[in-house]
């Protein structure tokens, strides 16, 4: 990819109008990400506990 000015880039490379729109757009992937991680805590947590409440039913 090559930008207006000349310069050759050889990987993926995004590209803001200023750093501040850089910076919203990361902190916009960061919350996103937590949200992520959150969700996928709550969804192992939830079958963890599934998993003790048969086996205890199990052993009743």
Same mark, same amino acid.
């Given at each position: 990819?090559? #930008? ?17 729109? &850089?910076?919203?757009? &990361?902190?916009?992937?960061? *919350?996103?990400?937590?949200? +992520?991680?959150?969700?996928?805590? #709550?969804? *192992? *947590? ?5 998993? +003790?409440?048969?086996?205890? &039913?199990?052993? *009743?």
């Amino acid at each position: 990819m090559t #930008d207006p000015n000349g310069n050759v880039f050889h990987q993926s490379t995004i590209c803001w109008q200023s750093h501040q729109s &850089a910076r919203r757009y &990361a902190q916009k992937f960061i *919350d996103w990400y937590i949200k +992520l991680e959150v969700r996928h805590q #709550d969804r *192992d *947590d939830a079958v963890s506990g599934m998993r +003790l409440y048969s086996e205890a &039913a199990a052993q *009743d």
